[in-house]
């Protein structure tokens, strides 16, 4: 190939053969100057070595070669979002094999929610019972003359309407 500057354009003129012709081939390629690194620069000027000693400026692709072909994939969130997926179902897979439901009842300890207990209105009575006991242990194991706060205080009633009442008439 023969090889053409003038000014910022540099043109190879070159001669293939297509079709058992021989074709007169002409690139046109235009010459820029980067700013680079000074360390960069400074490499750029070190003596070459091995099998590249003899060879001009630049890189010769008889003797350079790229290393290993590296692939680069990129996760979209559609990938993101199925491995979450697969990694929710594993672990719900875990749950299940471990014999343990994901809800418990409060009332029965049974594998549904305890809105929908079956025993709610013959165990229900008990569990309520049960609950105002613990309500009234966690009183007890506080300190004389320490602040209760009115959710928890004995004989007031728990509902949100009762409180309510009692602000307007603080009010």
């Not at 003596?47 to 290993?68: L, Q, T």
């Not at 875990?94 to 709610?120: A, F, N």
């Amino acid at each position: 190939p023969k090889e053409i500057i003038e000014g910022d354009i540099k043109k190879i003129v070159s001669y293939e053969d297509r079709d058992e012709k021989v074709v007169k081939v002409t690139r046109y390629y235009k010459l820029t100057k980067l700013k680079v690194p000074r360390a960069v620069a400074e490499r750029k000027k070190w003596k070459k070595f091995g099998d590249c000693e003899r060879d001009g400026p630049g890189i010769n692709p008889a003797n350079s070669m790229v290393g290993d072909a590296v692939f680069l994939t990129l996760a979209t969130k559609k990938d993101q979002q199925e491995k979450k997926d697969d990694d929710v179902a594993d672990k719900l897979a875990k749950l299940k094999s471990s014999g343990q439901g994901m809800v418990v009842c409060r009332i029965c300890k049974g594998p549904h929610w305890t809105k929908q207990c079956p025993y709610k209105d013959t165990l229900g009575v008990a569990f309520d019972v049960q609950q105002e006991d613990t309500n009234l242990i966690k009183t007890s194991h506080r300190a004389p003359g320490a602040y209760v706060p009115p959710s928890i205080r004995k004989g007031e009633p728990q509902d949100n309407q009762s409180r309510q009442k009692r602000r307007k008439s603080d009010n």
